[in-house]
C-alpha cells in the first residue's frame, strides 16, 4: 500500500525558514517523481513544483509563486522527499501536501497518491 | 501559464440529481485533464484521469468527458457523500494548474 505521511509544519514567523518531510513506502520511491502542493485556508490548491527520478538526475521544476524561495529535494536512500521554505510570507499560510504522479509521461501526470498534508502557519 | 476556468463555483441540489461541471482551458490541453473530489480537512481523491477514465474503485455515476479546451464532469444520481469540492487539474504543461473549484451543496 503506498503511504505519504507530511511532517516538519508549524507556527514560523515572517521570513522564517522551514524545512518539510514526506515519507513514502509501498512503492519503490527512486523511481517515482514526487510533487509538493498546498491549499491556504479556505482556498483552491496549487502546485508548488517538482523532482523528477534519480534517470532524470533529479531535476526539479517550480511554480513562480515559490521559485528562488522554496527548493525541493530527496534523498531515495531514506524514501524522503523534503520542501525547503526559506523568506516564508505570511501569504505562505497553508496545509502542504505531497504527492505522486502515476507515472513520468504527461498522459500518466495525474495524481492517485497524496499524504494527509502538513498546516504550516506563518505568523507573527 | 494555463488557466482553468470551473463553473458554476457553487452548485446546489438534491440527492438523486444529476450536476453537470464544466472546466474550461486557456490553451489546448488535449485531454490532459484530470478531476479531483475534496472534502474538508482531507488531501483531493482522484476521480478522473486522461479527462474521460474513471479511476479504479469511483462508483460509475461519476463520468468525464471533452478534450481541448472545454472539459465536463457529471454526477448522475447524487448520493449524500457526493457532497464536497471539486476541482479539475492541467497535465499538459508546467506549471500544473487547478480549477478554481466547484462547491456542490445539498439543497
Known amino acids: 500500500e503506498v503511504q505519504l505521511v507530511e511532517s516538519g509544519g508549524g507556527l514560523v514567523q515572517p521570513g522564517g525558514s522551514l524545512r518539510l518531510s514526506c515519507a513514502a513506502s509501498g512503492f519503490t520511491f527512486s523511481d517515482h517523481y514526487m510533487d509538493w502542493f498546498r491549499q491556504a485556508p479556505g482556498k483552491g490548491l496549487e502546485w508548488l513544483g517538482r523532482i523528477r527520478d534519480r534517470g532524470s538526475a533529479h531535476t526539479t521544476e517550480y511554480a513562480a509563486s515559490v521559485k528562488g524561495r522554496f527548493t525541493i529535494s530527496r534523498d531515495d536512500s531514506r524514501n524522503s522527499l523534503y520542501l525547503q521554505m526559506n523568506s516564508l510570507k505570511t501569504e505562505d499560510t497553508a496545509v502542504y501536501y505531497c504527492?505522486?504522479?502515476?507515472?513520468?509521461?504527461?498522459?500518466?501526470?495525474?495524481?492517485?497518491?497524496w499524504g494527509q498534508g502538513t498546516l504550516v502557519t506563518v505568523s507573527s | 501559464d494555463i488557466q482553468l476556468t470551473q463553473s458554476p463555483s457553487f452548485l446546489s441540489a438534491s440527492v438523486g440529481d444529476s450536476v453537470t461541471i464544466t472546466c474550461r482551458a486557456s490553451?489546448?490541453?488535449?485531454?490532459?485533464l484530470a478531476w479531483y473530489q475534496q472534502k474538508s480537512g482531507k488531501p483531493p481523491n482522484l476521480l478522473i484521469y486522461?479527462?474521460?477514465t474513471l479511476q479504479s474503485g469511483v462508483p460509475s455515476r461519476f463520468s468525464g468527458s471533452g478534450s481541448g479546451t472545454e472539459f465536463t464532469l457529471t454526477i448522475s444520481s447524487l448520493q449524500p457523500e457526493d457532497f464536497a469540492t471539486y476541482y479539475c487539474?492541467?497535465?499538459?504543461?508546467?506549471?500544473?494548474?487547478f480549477g478554481q473549484g466547484t462547491r456542490l451543496e445539498i439543497k
Open positions: 487539474q492541467q497535465l499538459k504543461s508546467y506549471p500544473l494548474t
Open positions: 486522461g479527462a474521460s
Open positions: 490553451q489546448d490541453i488535449s485531454s490532459n
Open positions: 504527492a505522486r504522479p502515476h507515472d513520468a509521461s504527461w498522459t500518466g501526470a495525474y495524481f492517485q497518491y
